[in-house]
């Protein structure tokens, strides 16, 4: 069974931009255009998040402080990917439980890279 | 309190930063543009498409806007997401994200200056014979893409307020580059 990865951000083109990237190595994707919608279809099982910072309605640092809230889903690893390079927003990401940071445009090779060493089993 | 002319030299580098990062993003996505500064009057004529991304910080404030043929911002589409003629959501979608990888550009090279601004989600416009609005305040300058199959539009607005400052870059406080991964460790 595959595992899923859901892909937040209200970019079409990223949310197709890196489903393909994904299910192409064999993930299966679920697609959410903010956090709102994010938080209304997160799921069990879910082994990845990969999370844009800025959107409309709520944005990926809010999101990731409200999932790590939810004991469900507080050790599901999550790898921002965005187009903001500050230092200051990557430390409250990490302070935050992010796993990684990826400034867009992104390169197919190096997500997966991060995707697969942070979905390994155990 | 800033000059004019000192207001002037912080946008010419924001304008510096804006071709270079425009050069690189095009030129990346497989469009090769040669780039020229725009003419007085900006039109696409046909069917067209228009992206708007504002930014703001305490004392600075403005907009990027993008404005090009249907058939360029189909070009731009990555060919990995190609899948048939481009609906009006893909070709919206596309340009939305490359003003907004833009500004994130622009927006990346001033955290060495230590300019935070912050970025709106962007809107499109989709239209035939769109034109580029006159700017009401503030300065701005147009640049032209150009391409084979049509030209780009870029339109950098800047609105400064008379406390803004523009210090010297710190490369400590640089941004780490665009396409480049940190993986963080526990």
Redesign the interface.
């Known amino acids: 069974m595959p595992q899923t990865v859901m892909v937040v951000d209200?970019?079409?083109?990223?949310r197709?931009?890196v489903g393909?990237?994904l299910s192409g190595a064999g993930f299966a994707i679920v697609e959410a255009h903010d956090g709102v919608d994010a938080l209304a279809k997160l799921a069990s099982g879910l082994a990845l998040i990969v999370l844009d910072v800025?959107?409309?309605n709520m944005g990926g640092l809010e999101f990731l402080q409200s999932l790590r809230a939810r004991p469900d889903y507080s050790a599901v690893p999550v790898v921002m990917l965005?187009?903001?390079?500050?230092?200051?927003l990557?430390k409250q990401a990490?302070e935050l439980g992010?796993?990684?940071?990826?400034?867009?445009?992104?390169?197919?090779d190096?997500?997966l890279?991060?995707v697969k060493?942070l979905t390994l089993p155990g | 309190m800033q000059t004019l002319s000192e207001q002037a030299q912080a946008f010419a580098q924001f304008q510096d930063y804006l071709v270079k990062g425009a050069l690189d993003l095009f030129r990346g996505y497989g469009l090769p543009v040669e780039h020229s500064m725009g003419a007085s009057a900006v039109n696409v004529q046909g069917a067209a498409v228009m992206a708007v991304i504002g930014y703001a910080a305490p004392t600075l404030r403005g907009a990027l806007l993008l404005l090009t043929s249907r058939e360029v911002v189909a070009e731009l589409q990555p060919v990995e997401i190609r899948q048939g003629p481009p609906t009006e959501a893909d070709l919206r979608g596309v340009l939305g994200e490359f003003s907004n990888m833009l500004i994130g550009r622009v927006k990346n090279r001033l955290v060495s200056h230590d300019v935070l601004p912050l970025v709106s989600t962007p809107t499109t416009i989709f239209g035939d014979d769109l034109q580029l609005p006159v700017p009401t305040s503030g300065m701005s300058a147009w640049h032209r893409f150009a391409n084979p199959t049509g030209d780009l539009f870029v339109r950098l607005d800047a609105t400064f307020e008379s406390e803004f400052a523009l210090p010297a870059a710190e490369p400590t406080k640089a941004s780490i580059a665009e396409g480049e991964m940190v993986l963080f460790g526990d």
Request: charge should be positive; proline fraction near 11%; hydrophobic fraction near 40%.
């Open positions: 209200d970019s079409l083109m990223v197709q931009q393909r990237t800025n959107m409309p965005t187009t903001e390079g500050q230092p200051q990557m990490k992010a796993k990684g940071w990826i400034v867009k445009p992104f390169k197919p190096l997500l890279v991060a060493k």
